[in-house]
Structure formats: structure tokens, C-alpha cells
């Protein structure tokens, strides 16, 4: 995701993702690294398929909520992506999954959207999200600390399963 040089933290606002935000949703994608690819999906993923793209932009926002980061003066550019799915079967539970892009990464602007998302499932009913992140993402288990204080952990298969407590944080 492609962020100006001249766009400041002051400047990147959130709004919902909308269907219209396919092409700059792939080029995020495409200009992310490879690891922030690879801590995102847990597995190299070059492209989305149309199916794909209409999946992650065409959202009901009550089970599938989704937020983008975007610099104030360009909305239509995407630096950032974050949304939860609601589980099927366990209607309280939901899985998150954030991603910036690699140039603003570490100013705070996942948190932003990991607060916003947090507040938007309470208000739908999520009681907890779930979450799978590599053992030494850092930067993903302290989003998630910011979220909740009631964090459970389980590590499976070299991937930490994290469980975020959205009633008691
Ligand atoms: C994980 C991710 C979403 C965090 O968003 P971010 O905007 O970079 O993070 P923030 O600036 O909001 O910082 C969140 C916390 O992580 C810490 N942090 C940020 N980058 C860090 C790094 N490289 N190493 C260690 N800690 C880091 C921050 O200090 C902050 O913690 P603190 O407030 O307790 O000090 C982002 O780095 C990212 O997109 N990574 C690649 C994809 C990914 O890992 N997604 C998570 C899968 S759910």
C-alpha cells in the first residue's frame, strides 16, 4: 500500500471499504512485502481473484465489518485495511485481521483501525476476536494488548491462536 511522502499521521483517516475500492485494494496488495504479505495470510499470496476482491469490498458491515486507512487528501488510496468476520457458528465470535502498509507501519495506525474494529463488533454483538499471527509478530500481539486485557494465547502448528476478550477490556 502506497502511502505519499508528504501525507503525516495527522492526515490518514478511516472510513468503511466500499466495492468500488477493488483496484486500489489488489494494488495495495501488490506493493506490500513480502513479509507483511506473509504475516497477514500466514502464506505467500501474490493476487486476489475477482471472487476474492468482491468478497473483501462488498461487506454487509453487520458480519463482515471492514475499514480502510486512506491519506485525507487521496481517500481513494488505501494504506491500510482491517475488518472482522463474524463466526457462523459462534455468532460472538469473530476473526480480525489488520494490515498497513509497510511505509507507515509502526505509527499507530493499526491500532487506530484494531480500536475502531473493537468498537464496531461490540456494538453488533462480538464478544470476542480471534486472531492467527506468527509467534514473532510483535507489533500484532501489542495491537491486540491495546484492544483487551483479557488476551488468551495457544500455540498450534508454529502460529499463535489469540482470543481477545471485547466484554472485559
Ligand atoms: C501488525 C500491524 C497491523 C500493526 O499495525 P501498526 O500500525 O504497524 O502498529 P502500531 O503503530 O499501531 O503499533 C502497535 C503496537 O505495536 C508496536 N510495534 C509497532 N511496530 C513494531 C515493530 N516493528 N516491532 C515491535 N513492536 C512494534 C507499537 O509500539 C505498539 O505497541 P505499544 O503502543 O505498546 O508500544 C502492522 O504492523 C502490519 O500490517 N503488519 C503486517 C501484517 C500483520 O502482521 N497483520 C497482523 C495479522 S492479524
Do not use: C
Not at 132 to 150: T, V
Request: charged letters at 25%; zero cysteines.
Amino acid at each position: 500500500m502506497t502511502l505519499r511522502t508528504d501525507a503525516g499521521l495527522a492526515e490518514i483517516r478511516l472510513r468503511p471499504i466500499r466495492p468500488a475500492d477493488k483496484d486500489a485494494l489488489a494494488t495495495g496488495l501488490s506493493r506490500l512485502s513480502s513479509r507483511s504479505v506473509y504475516q497477514r495470510f500466514l502464506s505467500p499470496k501474490p493476487r486476489l481473484s475477482s471472487a476474492e476482491l468482491r468478497y473483501l469490498t462488498e461487506v454487509d458491515f453487520l458480519d463482515h465489518y471492514a475499514l480502510v486507512a486512506v491519506p485525507a487528501r487521496r481517500p481513494d488510496v488505501l494504506v491500510g485495511v482491517g475488518r472482522w468476520v463474524r463466526d457462523a457458528e459462534a455468532p460472538g465470535d469473530a476473526e480480525i485481521a489488520i494490515v498497513i502498509g509497510d511505509p507507515l507501519q509502526g505509527r499507530g495506525v493499526g491500532t487506530r483501525l484494531g480500536v475502531a474494529l473493537a468498537a464496531a463488533a461490540r456494538e453488533r454483538g462480538v464478544q470476542r476476536f480471534t486472531a492467527s499471527m506468527l509467534p514473532d509478530n510483535r507489533a500484532a500481539h501489542r495491537l491486540f494488548a491495546k484492544i483487551s486485557s483479557e488476551l488468551q494465547l495457544t500455540r498450534q502448528r508454529g502460529v499463535d491462536e489469540l482470543v481477545a476478550d471485547l466484554v472485559a477490556a
